[in-house]
Structures are given as C-alpha cells and as structure tokens.
C-alpha cells in the first residue's frame, strides 16, 4: 500500500510553517532586542546626565560658594539603586565619596563642575580602574549598575520567548489547517489514482476547488477517460485477433488432421509398399506434421485464454497416474536425445482438485521444455509434493540439466512468444532443414492455467546455470473457477459474458 498522503507530506509541511514562523519571530526578536538595549541604555544615559549635572550645580554651591570642604552628604544623598558610586573633586581634591567601586559592568558619567559643556559617558566593565584621566580637575563621576539594564534584558527575553511560543502555537494550528485544505484534494486524488491502478477504471478523482488542485483532479479524470477508452480498443483489438486465430486454428487443423491421417496409412502401406527412402521421407513428414499439430494447439489454447472462454472443470485428479501418463507420452522424444525421465510424487496417493485436462497440459508443457532445452544424456525430474499443508497447497517441479536462465529472464520466459535460446542446447532440425521449435507459448499457458487455478508459476536456476527448475503451486482444492484476467479490471459495465 502507497502512503497516504498527510503523513510525510504533511509533516514536512507542518514542520516548514512553524520553522518559518520561529525563523520570523527569533529574526522579529533580535531586532526588538537591539533596539530595547539601545533604548534601555539611552534611558540610564540620560537619567545619570541629569544626576551628575544637578550634582554639578550643588557641588559649584557648595565648594565655591559657601566654600564647603565635605561634599559626602551630598554625595551619599544622590545615592539609589542603580547609583552605586558618587565621586566629588575639586580643583583635584576628593570633597566628596559615596558608594564602592562596582564590581560588575557599569556606565559610567562624569560632569565638569566649572565648564557645563565638558561631561560624557562609557560603559566599563568590572575590572577597569575608575576614574580614567579626564580634561577637567574639577568634576563629578558617577557609576551607574548596569544589572538594571541586565535584568529589564532577562525580562523582555522572558517576554519575547513566550511571545514566540505563542506565535509557534498559532503557526501550528494555521498550518494544521493549511495543509489540510490543501492535502484534502491531493489524498483523494492519491487515493483514485491508486484505485485505478488496482484495476478499478471506473474510479474517478471528485473535482471540489476551481483552483490548480482542482485542475489537476480534472486532468486525472480526462487521462482515465482515455486510458479507459484506450483499453476497451485494445481489448477489442486483441479479442478480434484471438477470434481470428482461433478460427484460422480450427480451419488448418481439419486439413492437417486428413494429411497426417493418409501419412500414417501410407506408412502402414496400405497403399502398397514403400522404399526405405520413400519411408524415411515420410516419417520426416509425419513428424514436421505432429509439431505444428502441437504448434497450432498451443496456438488455440492461448487463444482461448485470452477470449477468456477457458473455464475449470474440478476433479479429483491422482498426481502419480497423471504424471505417468504425461511421461510415457513423451518418452519417445526423450530417447531421441537419450534422457533419462524419472517421477517423483510424495506421497503416492497425492491428490488434487484439478481440472484434469488443463493440469495435464501444464505438466506437459513443462516436461516438453525441459526436453527441448536438456543437453543429450542428461536427466529429467518430474515431482509433486505438499508445499505447505496448512495452506492446503500443492507443488509441482520439473527439473532439467540444461544451461539455466538468468535472472534477469526469469519472469520474461513466461510471456508469450518469448524463446531464450541456449548455444549449448541447439535445437532439433527435421530433414527439411528447418527448426522444430517451438513459438514462446508453452509456458505461457502453464502461468495462466496456473493462475486460473488460484496459483502461480516460477523458475529458479542456480547463478552458475546448472540446470533449472520450473515450479507450480496450486491449492489442494479449486473452489471456483478464477476470473479471467483482465475481465475485473475493465469499467464496470463492460465485463464479457461466458462464450461472447
């Protein structure tokens, strides 16, 4: 089964939303950030201005006026919370010191008591000295903590990254129902495509938007549309020329069966006697006449798969004799080309519900194969046994010493028409000069009897290419006969009829 869409899809989809959408807010946040920092720092700037120029006037009071050597109350009065350090000189003597020296970043502002144009301000950290050379020996410094503008930074942090939570969340939630809006669509066209290719042509995507999406469910409609219309022409292109090889089949058949009938009176001499010479021609006759007997009844029994009038007809059906059968009718043509034909079928009393006639046939394509293909003096096993009896199921295996089969042709010698031809096993020439092969349809009609039974074919063939063997699994009993295929998967409408 295909994924459904929604899944990865969806997830991705989700996942890019919420990354853009906290890509956005840590992007929105830094900028807030640098610009709170900047605001923050301008605001302690400009309130230590205004302390350290007040300071400034009191101080020009106080020393130069009421000519006051101890400034430390006024000093320690300017004193707060993030005012850790006051420092008041004149004309280079200390009136006046409040605080201790900051032990942690702070800002520091000083103003020139004389000269009120002469002030400025730094930000220090812990371990720089205080008080830097300064163009005027009168002033006042001051040293602001710089832990406020720490602590107003962890606090926006706080705010910002709740704020970011809560856009995530937002994000969430709108891509959840983005991509439902739009995946929607898109799941049923998956599932309509998935459900044709399974066979079902008569499903069709629903058209719900007048947008792309909607285009596209439109454009799966018109390609099932011509898919559809494109099989029934071939169907009836196929079926026409099935038709037409099965009734040029019956029509050879007639004339054939009356030459290889006189051929064998001939042979009988009831004509009168015959040279060994005029013999010999005779037979080559009599045996370029049973292949394409054989050919035309491949030919008429494939057809008939695929008119789809080939039908089961269960019975009980006892492998050993079966196969004894089947063997003693080819032994002649194994001793041409000295093989050895052994069966084996465990247990012997094996038993299936088979149609006999269509079971005959498999066991007889698959031994005439490995006849064809088996080097001279070689040996062939035909064997049955249970493959699984939980499964009630049945194996047949026919293993040769030819030249093997690649794996990449495996699943190939099953079509019809296809013939894999081996340099070392050539094939069997009349004396008319001519090949005695066969047309690639044998084993085609071992796979389809196989699958009308509910089963399947298969090869396997070691990588050195000793040998080969072919194998058929069948259930123990056929309950019912198996549609043909392609009849489930045409439109609904439009399945044949039994004998059409």
């Given at each position: 089964?295909?994924?459904?869409?929604?899944?990865?899809?969806?997830?991705?989809?989700?996942?890019?939303?919420?990354?853009?959408?906290?890509?956005?807010?840590?992007?929105?946040?830094?900028?807030?950030?640098?610009?709170?920092?900047?605001?923050?720092?301008?605001?302690?700037?400009?309130?230590?201005?205004?302390?350290?120029?007040?300071?400034?006037?009191?101080?020009?009071?106080?020393?130069?006026?009421?000519?006051?050597?101890?400034?430390?109350?006024?000093?320690?009065?300017?004193?707060?919370?993030?005012?850790?350090?006051?420092?008041?000189?004149?004309?280079?003597?200390?009136?006046?010191?409040?605080?201790?020296?900051?032990?942690?970043?702070?800002?520091?502002?000083?103003?020139?008591?004389?000269?009120?144009?002469?002030?400025?301000?730094?930000?220090?950290?812990?371990?720089?000295?205080?008080?830097?050379?300064?163009?005027?020996?009168?002033?006042?410094?001051?040293?602001?903590?710089?832990?406020?503008?720490?602590?107003?930074?962890?606090?926006?942090?706080?705010?910002?990254?709740?704020?970011?939570?809560?856009?995530?969340?937002?994000?969430?939630?709108?891509?959840?129902?983005?991509?439902?809006?739009?995946?929607?669509?898109?799941?049923?066209?998956?599932?309509?495509?998935?459900?044709?290719?399974?066979?079902?042509?008569?499903?069709?995507?629903?058209?719900?938007?007048?947008?792309?999406?909607?285009?596209?469910?439109?454009?799966?409609?018109?390609?099932?549309?011509?898919?559809?219309?494109?099989?029934?022409?071939?169907?009836?292109?196929?079926?026409?020329?099935?038709?037409?090889?099965?009734?040029?089949?019956?029509?050879?058949?007639?004339?054939?069966?009356?030459?290889?009938?006189?051929?064998?009176?001939?042979?009988?001499?009831?004509?009168?006697?015959?040279?060994?010479?005029?013999?010999?021609?005779?037979?080559?006759?009599?045996?370029?006449?049973?292949?394409?007997?054989?050919?035309?009844?491949?030919?008429?029994?494939?057809?008939?798969?695929?008119?789809?009038?080939?039908?089961?007809?269960?019975e009980p059906v006892a492998l050993n004799a079966l196969a004894a059968e089947v063997v003693e009718g080819l032994r002649p043509y194994?001793?041409?080309?000295?093989?050895?034909?052994?069966?084996?079928?465990?247990?012997?009393?094996?038993?299936?519900?088979?149609?006999?006639?269509?079971?005959?046939?498999?066991?007889?394509?698959?031994?005439?194969?490995?006849?064809?293909?088996?080097?001279?003096?070689?040996?062939?096993?035909?064997?049955?046994?249970?493959?699984?009896?939980?499964?009630?199921?049945?194996?047949?295996?026919?293993?040769?010493?030819?030249?093997?089969?690649?794996?990449?042709?495996?699943?190939?010698?099953?079509?019809?028409?296809?013939?894999?031809?081996?340099?070392?096993?050539?094939?069997?020439?009349?004396?008319?000069?001519?090949?005695?092969?066969?047309?690639?349809?044998?084993?085609?009609?071992?796979?389809?009897?196989?699958?009308?039974?509910?089963?399947?074919?298969?090869?396997?063939?070691?990588?050195?290419?000793?040998?080969?063997?072919?194998?058929?699994?069948?259930?123990?009993?056929?309950?019912?006969?198996?549609?043909?295929?392609?009849?489930?998967?045409?439109?609904?409408?439009?399945?044949?009829?039994?004998?059409?």
């Amino acid at each position: 089964m295909g994924m459904r869409i929604g899944g990865n899809l969806r997830r991705e989809l989700l996942l890019a939303l919420v990354g853009l959408a906290l890509l956005s807010s840590v992007l929105l946040g830094a900028v807030a950030v640098y610009r709170l920092d900047w605001e923050l720092y301008e605001q302690l700037v400009r309130r230590g201005r205004v302390l350290a120029r007040f300071l400034a006037q009191e101080a020009f009071y106080s020393a130069y006026i009421q000519g006051e050597r101890d400034l430390v109350p006024l000093a320690e009065g300017a004193l707060r919370d993030d005012v850790i350090f006051i420092e008041i000189v004149k004309e280079g003597e200390v009136l006046g010191q409040a605080g201790s020296p900051p032990t942690e970043p702070y800002l520091e502002i000083w103003q020139a008591i004389l000269d009120s144009s002469l002030s400025g301000e730094r930000r220090r950290s812990a371990d720089e000295p205080i008080g830097p050379y300064l163009p005027t020996n009168s002033y006042v410094r001051l040293a602001i903590s710089l832990d406020y503008l720490a602590y107003e930074m962890r606090r926006e942090f706080l705010w910002l990254g709740l704020a970011g939570l809560g856009i995530a969340l937002v994000a969430l939630t709108i891509a959840w129902l983005l991509s439902g809006v739009i995946l929607r669509p898109l799941q049923r066209v998956k599932e309509a495509l998935e459900a044709f290719g399974q066979g079902r042509l008569h499903t069709r995507a629903p058209v719900e938007r007048e947008d792309e999406l909607g285009e596209l469910a439109r454009a799966f409609n018109r390609m099932a549309e011509a898919i559809v219309e494109m099989r029934g022409e071939l169907e009836r292109a196929s079926r026409a020329k099935s038709e037409f090889i099965t009734l040029m089949g019956h029509e050879l058949r007639t004339p054939l069966n009356v030459l290889l009938g006189y051929i064998e009176l001939l042979l009988a001499g009831v004509g009168g006697d015959l040279t060994e010479e005029q013999r010999s021609y005779l037979a080559a006759a009599m045996r370029s006449g049973e292949h394409l007997q054989a050919l035309l009844g491949n030919v008429l029994q494939y057809a008939k798969l695929e008119l789809g009038v080939e039908r089961l007809h269960p019975e009980p059906v006892a492998l050993n004799a079966l196969a004894a059968e089947v063997v003693e009718g080819l032994r002649p043509y194994a001793e041409e080309k000295r093989l050895s034909l052994t069966v084996k079928v465990e247990p012997r009393g094996l038993t299936l519900e088979a149609d006999r006639t269509k079971l005959r046939q498999i066991v007889f394509n698959l031994l005439q194969n490995a006849i064809r293909h088996s080097p001279p003096g070689g040996g062939i096993e035909l064997g049955a046994s249970l493959a699984n009896e939980e499964e009630e199921r049945v194996r047949l295996w026919v293993r040769d010493e030819g030249p093997g089969i690649p794996r990449e042709e495996r699943e190939r010698v099953f079509e019809p028409f296809v013939r894999l031809e081996a340099p070392s096993a050539p094939a069997k020439r009349g004396r008319e000069g001519k090949e005695r092969e066969g047309l690639g349809l044998g084993l085609a009609v071992v796979q389809r009897y196989a699958q009308l039974h509910g089963g399947r074919a298969w090869v396997e063939s070691p990588p050195d290419g000793g040998g080969s063997v072919f194998l058929v699994e069948l259930p123990l009993r056929t309950r019912a006969p198996i549609p043909e295929r392609g009849e489930e998967l045409l439109p609904q409408g439009e399945q044949r009829k039994e004998g059409s």
